[in-house]
């Protein structure tokens, strides 16, 4: 994928890779994750929404100990899309940071924002890829930053396309 220079990698698992651009008044972050030998029927809004939960739980942590999750108390739009020419789903939602308390119960922690996602199957290599761009801008117009998140997503390549975009060296 193609980012601009101030973005910093946070976080590097080979299967999870954390990006963020930190400003004086916002920030913009996005990952993107993968699974391997993938079954291509499990792609659903309902493992989209989980597994995005999931990882950011895991990765997408607080200075207070929260998580970043989706904001269930608002509508999450989702729909089927051809992904740079793959099956998948573009969901659009908002976020917002969280507590676990004592009690298990998550409880609002005041932060969040828009974020979109596209989750899709490639063929060639058998995996799903996850592509998450989310926003922070309080006191901002989000949309073109949110914008900034798609064209970043759009970039990207598998090994597989770079290789069969490359020309052969004569």
Same mark, same amino acid.
């Given at each position: 994928?193609? #980012? &601009?220079? !101030? $973005?910093?990698?946070?976080?590097? *698992?080979?299967?999870?890779?954390? =990006?963020? @651009?930190?400003?004086?008044? %916002? ?40 998580? #970043? &999750?989706? !904001? $269930?108390?608002?509508?999450?739009? *989702?729909?089927?899309?051809?992904? =740079?020419? @793959?099956?998948?789903?573009? %969901? ?79």
């Amino acid at each position: 994928m193609n #980012v &601009q220079h !101030d $973005y910093v990698l946070v976080f590097d *698992t080979t299967r999870f890779v954390w =990006l963020r @651009r930190v400003l004086p008044d %916002t920030w913009r972050s996005l990952f993107v994750y993968y699974e391997e030998n993938a079954d291509p029927a499990k792609l659903t809004p309902e493992w989209i929404y989980a597994t995005r939960d999931s990882l950011t739980r895991r990765y997408l942590q607080g200075n207070a100990g929260g998580f #970043v &999750q989706i !904001d $269930y108390r608002q509508p999450l739009e *989702t729909r089927q899309i051809d992904f =740079l020419g @793959r099956y998948g789903y573009e %969901t659009r939602g908002l976020w917002h940071m969280v507590t676990e308390l004592d009690d298990g119960r998550l409880f609002p922690a005041g932060m969040g924002g828009p974020f979109v996602n596209y989750t899709f199957y490639d063929q060639k290599s058998g995996r799903i890829y996850m592509i998450d761009g989310m926003v922070f801008a309080p006191g901002f117009e989000k949309r073109e930053f949110l914008r900034q998140m798609e064209v970043i997503a759009y970039t990207f390549r598998t090994r597989e396309d770079v290789a069969s975009e490359t020309p052969a060296s004569p």
